[in-house]
């Protein structure tokens, strides 16, 4: 299996090795070793916990810089998603936005709203179909669909199977601009998604959208928005550049995807955690009774990503007061357009490879599930980090691995000295 790049990574000389990360990471990849914190790679899903809660910001997210951005050079084409609408104050109107972007250097906007009406009109025939699992599972998140693969293999036939609107944006974006200038060769187009996580950079670099791999830069939201504050202007009307209906917009908070189905048989779900819970219950064959699963990593969906600037519940405020004046779509597609969408789908993405394993095979799994169970068995059970691993659970199997020894639990070391001096800990 080729090796997972990441797009958050730990600045050692900032790391203080406290257990903030630690206790918040959803996937227990962090560990404390040597006075630091170490990012297990093949537990990492990037969503970008770590880097919210880090008080010394050690970690950091590794997008793509604005410099890198052959301006002048290609034909440059941003893909803006409908959470960058949501990050500036007094906006009433998208196109400032836009034409923003183009008085940046681009030479041409694609929303990504537009992909994610597509991906809607599909996703309401995607449900009506007979051979597919109940309930289906979004796969607009990377995050998301990372967890499910590495935690739940077994829910990986629920997800749709649609590449993300950030992907059909890119692949949308360089038909029309070869439509419109017929003199332009593949490689005079670059797109640029302007991303509100560090999630989509990863799913990015790591190719998951196959042959229709169009996304070429990955640039942060907030590194964006500090350019457009001051070039934004007002003062000449920009050209009616956006093509976004109230259905593209609502993507960009919880529960925009799920109810744009006109399905009332949905759950919409945000934060990470609260996810985790729901996927376990899912699991184990609750929630029989629904259709369609939204799941975002971010609180209160986008709009609440790493890369943004305003605060979520703002953020989602102002997309409800742009969406207020906009038509529920603005682009019709035809049934044949909708139904060929899966013809971009990478099965990639979606590869079981369960970070629960124990070993290489059954025997050596058991063998380190039985001393894993030994340890724990005379751990204290405080579950306080101490340790340098988030649980006694996820202590008890590095030491079963070899990655810890029993004596770095300071609490079993009180617990036994207390023990033989015939008093309490």
Not at 167 to 185: F, V
Not at 249 to 271: F, H, I, P, Q
Not at 338 to 351: A, K, R
Request: hydrophobic share 40%; with cysteine; charged share 25%.
């Amino acid at each position: 299996m080729k090796e997972y790049k990441h797009s958050v990574s730990l600045d050692v000389s900032r790391c203080k090795g406290c257990i903030t990360c630690l206790k918040r990471c959803p996937t227990e990849a962090i560990r404390i070793r040597d006075g630091r914190a170490v990012i297990d790679s093949e537990r990492c899903i990037d969503c970008g916990q770590c880097i919210m809660v880090c008080p010394h910001k050690a970690k950091r997210a590794n997008n793509d810089k604005l410099s890198d951005i052959p301006f002048g050079k290609k034909y440059v084409i941003a893909l803006p998603p409908p959470s960058l609408y949501g990050q500036f104050a007094n906006l009433d109107d998208v196109d400032y936005l836009l034409q923003g972007l183009l008085d940046m250097g681009f030479n041409h906007v694609f929303e990504v709203a537009r992909a994610a009406e597509l991906v809607t009109e599909y996703t309401r025939l995607y449900l009506a179909r007979k051979d597919i699992q109940h309930p289906v599972i979004s796969s607009a998140c990377p995050v998301v669909t990372r967890l499910i693969s590495l935690r739940f293999p077994y829910l990986c036939d629920n997800i749709i199977p649609i590449l993300s609107p950030m992907d059909i944006a890119a692949n949308m974006a360089k038909d029309q601009a070869k439509e419109r200038h017929p003199d332009l060769r593949d490689e005079d187009i670059v797109t640029v998604f302007i991303s509100p996580c560090t999630a989509k950079t990863s799913y990015v670099k790591n190719g998951f959208a196959g042959e229709m791999q169009n996304v070429d830069y990955v640039v942060s939201m907030s590194d964006v928005y500090f350019e457009l504050i001051g070039i934004m202007k007002k003062e000449t009307p920009p050209l009616p550049v956006s093509r976004v209906g109230m259905i593209g917009m609502s993507w960009s908070v919880s529960g925009g995807e799920a109810t744009s189905l006109l399905n009332d048989r949905y759950l919409a779900v945000d934060g990470i955690e609260n996810i985790i819970k729901v996927l376990d219950e899912l699991e184990t064959g609750n929630y029989p009774f629904l259709d369609f699963i939204e799941l975002n990593a971010c609180s209160s969906g986008c709009v609440g990503g790493v890369l943004t600037v305003e605060n979520p519940y703002i953020a989602k405020v102002k997309i409800q007061n742009l969406k207020r004046y906009l038509p529920v779509m603005q682009s019709r597609y035809s049934k044949e357009v909708i139904e060929n969408l899966p013809e971009q789908f990478s099965t990639d993405m979606f590869v079981m490879n369960s970070v629960t394993k124990s070993g290489s095979d059954m025997l050596a799994a058991m063998s380190l599930m039985k001393k894993a169970q030994e340890v724990y068995a005379v751990l204290p059970e405080f579950d306080c980090g101490a340790c340098g691993s988030p649980t006694c659970m996820a202590f008890s199997q590095d030491v079963a691995k070899g990655n810890a020894v029993l004596t770095d639990c300071l609490m079993l070391g009180r617990k036994n000295k207390a023990k033989n001096e015939g008093g309490d800990i």
